[in-house]
């Protein structure tokens, strides 16, 4: 079955503060990889990697995926109260159509 | 252009009861999926329609169904309800125009509390 770890649970930082959230995975026939943000409901897209090595950036975001060790990590720099929000990672894979797995997510707290 | 609508935005039922719950997606969207997400199992893939046809199944029991209608609007159901089954109901849609993996827009979520 199509696993996807996340780590840390929760963080605690302030602000201007450098983090790192990670994400391993375990699939078969691995498509992609994408990290949402979840503020209040509706989580929002932020990066999908398909290739490794590749990093995806984003303003103060970025992103980069290793296929090999079937991890990705994303990365915020200069962190804003504003970045408090639940990171998801998910998984999607061939011949599964629009299927996710997700992770439980990071709770970041960003304070001032 | 309109988002993912999800109706009711929160629910309250007792256990027994059947609840409905329906996603409007994205104008011109064909893919709907649903999820669940509890503070202890994350989010979990319920099921996905397109064009009418479930294309995917999670793993979650018989009391939950779904349907998608002609103008991609789709409903999910829970029969029996159980304690358990409280939690955010959210729904993505997504073009799904071609094999690859389509960008999902997520919905508010319903929010159902079982008592």
């Known amino acids: 079955e199509d696993k996807v770890v996340q780590s840390p649970l929760s963080l605690v930082v302030h602000e201007g503060d450098t983090v790192t959230l990670n994400c391993s995975y375990e699939?078969?026939?691995?498509?992609?990889l994408l990290w949402y943000k979840q503020e209040k409901k509706a989580p929002t897209f932020l990066f999908m990697l398909?290739?490794?090595?590749i990093e995806k950036k984003s303003g103060r975001l970025s992103s980069i995926l290793d296929k090999k060790e079937l991890f990705s990590i994303l990365n915020i720099t200069a962190t804003q109260t504003g970045d408090s929000a639940i990171y998801l990672c998910?998984?999607?894979?061939?011949?599964?159509?629009?299927?996710?797995?997700f992770g439980t997510g990071t709770r970041l707290a960003v304070r001032p | 252009k309109a988002g993912v609508t999800q109706t009711p935005r929160y629910l309250i039922k007792t256990r027994g009861q059947q609840v409905t719950l329906s996603c409007s997606p994205i104008?011109?969207?064909?893919?709907v999926s649903w999820y669940q997400q509890t503070p202890g199992q994350g989010l979990q893939f319920l099921f996905e329609?397109?064009?009418?046809?479930?294309?995917n199944k999670g793993n979650f029991p018989g009391r939950f169904s779904g349907r998608q209608f002609s103008n991609s609007r789709s409903e999910m159901n829970v029969s029996t309800l159980e304690l358990g089954d409280s939690a955010l109901y959210l729904c993505?849609?997504?073009?799904?125009?071609?094999?690859?993996?389509?960008?999902?827009?997520f919905g508010p979520g319903t929010r159902l509390t079982v008592l």
């Open positions: 998910a998984i999607s894979v061939i011949g599964s159509g629009d299927k996710l797995t």
């Open positions: 699939v078969t026939n691995f498509r992609s």
């Open positions: 398909t290739s490794s090595g």
């Open positions: 104008s011109g969207h064909r893919s």
């Open positions: 329609y397109f064009s009418e046809t479930q294309r």
């Open positions: 993505a849609s997504s073009l799904a125009l071609g094999q690859g993996y389509n960008e999902q827009f």
